[in-house]
C-alpha cells in the first residue's frame, strides 16, 4: 500500500549545523510529495514540494529532491537557525486527494 | 493569501457532550479534509469530503463523528457524544482542482478540543 516514512525525532542541532531529515515514500505509482512544517501552536505550512521524479522544492533555504530510484524525499538545510524550530512532517499526494503523513520529526535548535 | 479559518481556536466540554467543529474552506477548493492530531503525536487521517459526500474516512471516524457543508461555505465536523480520547487538534484542510498533480492540501490553523 501507500505510505510515507519519515526519522525519528527529536534531532537536536546547534545553529548552523547541516541539517537532513530522512522521508522514503511507498507507492505503486507516483506521488507528489510535500515537507510541511508546524511550528509551536500553530498549524501545518507547506514548506515545499517536488510533483515527479528529480524535481527538487527548494523555500527558506530548505531543499528536498525526489529520488525515484531510492524513493526518498529527505529534507536538508545548510544552516539552520534557532527559528526552525519545529515539528517536520513529510507528506505523499496519491490519486489527486489521497495524502499520507508521516509520523513527524520534531527538531530543535540551540544557539 | 487565500486562508482555511476554523472555530472554535478553543473548545472545552464535558464528555458525552456534543461538539461542532467549524471550518470555512477556500472558496474555490473543491476537496476537503478533517485530520486529526493529538497532542505530540502524529497528524492523523479522519475523512476526506467531495461533492457533499464523504468520498473516504478513516477508522477512527466512527459512527460518533460526522461531517456536513450545510450551506456551501461551512464544513462542519461534529462529534456526538465526546470520549476524553477525543481531545486533540482538529484540522481543516482544503485542495483544489481534481485534475492536477499537484494539489497542496492547505491548513486551518485548527481548532484545540478538550473534553474533561
Known amino acids: 500500500g501507500n505510505s510515507v516514512t519519515q526519522m525519528e525525532g527529536p534531532v537536536t542541532l546547534s545553529e548552523e549545523a547541516f541539517l537532513t531529515i530522512n522521508c522514503t515514500y511507498t507507492?505503486?505509482?507516483?506521488?507528489?510529495l510535500f515537507w510541511y512544517v508546524q511550528y509551536p501552536g500553530e498549524g501545518l505550512q507547506l514548506l515545499l514540494k517536488?510533483?515527479?521524479?528529480?524535481d527538487k522544492g527548494s523555500n527558506k533555504g530548505f531543499e528536498a529532491t525526489y529520488r525515484k530510484e531510492t524513493t526518498s524525499f529527505h529534507l536538508e538545510k545548510g544552516s539552520v537557525q534557532v527559528s526552525d524550530s519545529a515539528v517536520y512532517f513529510c507528506?505523499?499526494?496519491?490519486?489527486?486527494?489521497?495524502?499520507?503523513f508521516g509520523s513527524g520529526t520534531k527538531l530543535n535548535v540551540k544557539p | 493569501e487565500p486562508e482555511v479559518t476554523q472555530t472554535p481556536s478553543h473548545q472545552v466540554t464535558q464528555m458525552g457532550q456534543e461538539v461542532i467543529l467549524r471550518c470555512v474552506p477556500i472558496?474555490?477548493?473543491?476537496?476537503f479534509y478533517w485530520y486529526r492530531q493529538i497532542l505530540g503525536q502524529k497528524v492523523e487521517f479522519l475523512v476526506s469530503f467531495y461533492n457533499n459526500e464523504i468520498s473516504e474516512k478513516s477508522e477512527i471516524f466512527d459512527d460518533q463523528f460526522s461531517v456536513e457543508r450545510p450551506d456551501g461555505s461551512n464544513f462542519t465536523l461534529k462529534i456526538r457524544s465526546t470520549k476524553l480520547e477525543d481531545s486533540a487538534m482538529y484540522f481543516c484542510a482544503t485542495t483544489g482542482s481534481t485534475f492536477s498533480g499537484a494539489n497542496v492540501l492547505t491548513f486551518g490553523a485548527g481548532s484545540r478540543l478538550t473534553v474533561l
Open positions: 507528506a505523499g499526494l496519491y490519486n489527486f486527494n489521497k495524502f499520507y
Open positions: 507507492a505503486t505509482g507516483y506521488p507528489s
Open positions: 517536488a510533483t515527479k521524479a528529480d
Open positions: 472558496s474555490n477548493h473543491l476537496y
